[in-house]
């Protein structure tokens, strides 16, 4: 084997190995994206997590029909991720501060850069 052939087939077995593990990362993320509980939050719900990503189970489920509750007391001021399945409103009750969700809205990582999950106290069905 010549040295060019050599480094060639050096260069292509790196960018295989590259590929390898571009494809493992991806199919992680995908295995991890189902095992996290946004697939366990179902309709008509907002699903709370004290922890970022989502992991497992939510911490507390909220529906429209439970009207304005306050979060437990794991969750208050302490939301690291949710999910939105139904429309609703969250409140800083001191100061006042609403924040309107939508069908759809998610956060992995709600309380990280003085965001809203830092200071969230109550959910509501609307603002
Ligand atoms: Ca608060």
Known sequence: MTKTRARIVGTLSVLMLTGSLFGAGSAAAADGAEANGAADC????ICFWADNDMPGAPTWRWS???????LPPELHD??????????????DTDPSEKRGVIVGDYSNAYKDDGKFGSRIDQVAPGC
């Open 42 to 45: 179902g309709a008509n719900e």
């Open 64 to 70: 429209p029909g439970s009207g304005t509750l306050n």
């Open 78 to 91: 302490n939301v690291g991720s949710f999910q939105a399945n139904a429309a609703g409103c969250f409140i």
